[in-house]
């Protein structure tokens, strides 16, 4: 079941559920105004379906505008996670190759706060690139949807923008690489349900369009990440509290080649199969 904020032709935010390709159902008319009551409940699927049963107006997806579906949530992420982002990481910095090394191999994953709520950016904005950045890529993620008792409800697509060229001078230097205007994005919806066994089968896939031409493309599955859902949202939650729940990026498995950057304007479609699409152009910010 697919869950999304969205806007209507009046621009008031309204929570609809996903029934196909094309059109949602408004769940306002049942008393639904926002995702947290249905995600902090016992049962979000059972009750949705519940819900669905009712005469609820249908509205054309072309129609609305779809909003990033986060509420109060605290945006985290977690990093080298994949094989592939190790390597990338040992490769882009002399500096810190070593510590990359040993948090891939380490119990305690690495797990960094990455965008306040009002910050994130649903599909179809732009996402941004530094000005003060000469590498930018994007890094394509699942994204764990936690409540506020640290279960895991839902997955949403998520895109942790990233300096290279920032992260790879110094360790330290991490939060200016990774937070900063427009770094995260996350849609188009949340898919509720799914067991961690049927989610590691998903495809993440990504293309970047340049003037309508591909200049890169590239596939994993979340099968490849090295750590369980649960293990992570369990370290995110460890010593810490969420009221209005988390969201948790949970690492890259595709690098783009070194020689790759981000420029103004190009297009970038992130795909997770059993979610949907996400899709922003870039700018600079
Ligand atoms: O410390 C680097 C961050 C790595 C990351 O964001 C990822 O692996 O996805
Ligand atoms: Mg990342």
Redesign the pocket.
């Known amino acids: 079941m697919k869950l999304c904020r969205f806007k209507n032709g009046d621009d008031e935010v309204r929570i609809g559920l996903v029934t196909d390709d094309s059109a949602l159902l408004d769940l306002s008319p049942a008393g639904i105004t926002a995702m947290q009551s249905l995600l902090e409940g016992h049962d979000p699927v059972g009750k949705l379906k519940q819900i669905a049963r009712n005469n609820l107006p249908r509205v054309a997806l072309s129609e609305v505008q779809l909003c990033a579906p986060v509420e109060r949530h605290e945006v985290w992420?977690a990093?080298v996670t994949y094989l592939r982002s190790k390597t990338a990481r040992m490769e882009e910095s002399d500096f810190s190759a070593t510590a990359y090394d040993k948090v891939y191999a380490a119990e305690r994953p690495e797990i960094f706060f990455k965008a306040l709520a009002e910050k994130v950016v649903p599909t179809g904005e732009p996402v941004g690139i530094r000005r003060d950045a000469r590498w930018n890529v994007p890094?394509p993620?699942l994204a764990l949807v936690i409540n506020s008792r640290g279960q895991i409800v839902g997955h949403t697509i998520g895109n942790?923008m990233?300096s290279r060229d920032i992260e790879g001078e110094n360790l330290l230097y991490l939060p200016q690489a990774k937070t900063y205007h427009r770094s995260c994005a996350l849609g188009p919806w949340i898919t509720l349900g799914t067991p961690e066994p049927a989610a590691r089968a998903w495809k993440i896939k990504i293309e970047i369009r340049r003037n309508g031409q591909p200049v890169f493309g590239g596939e994993t599955s979340v099968g490849q990440i090295k750590r369980g859902f649960e293990e992570l949202a369990g370290f995110l939650f460890r010593c810490q509290v969420f009221p209005h729940g988390a969201i948790l990026?949970t690492?890259?498995g595709i690098v783009p080649p070194d020689t790759f950057t981000l420029q103004e304007r190009d297009m970038i479609a992130i795909e997770i199969t059993g979610i949907g699409l996400l899709q922003n152009p870039v700018t600079v910010v």
């Open positions: 992420a990093g890094e993620e942790d990233s990026l690492g890259t």
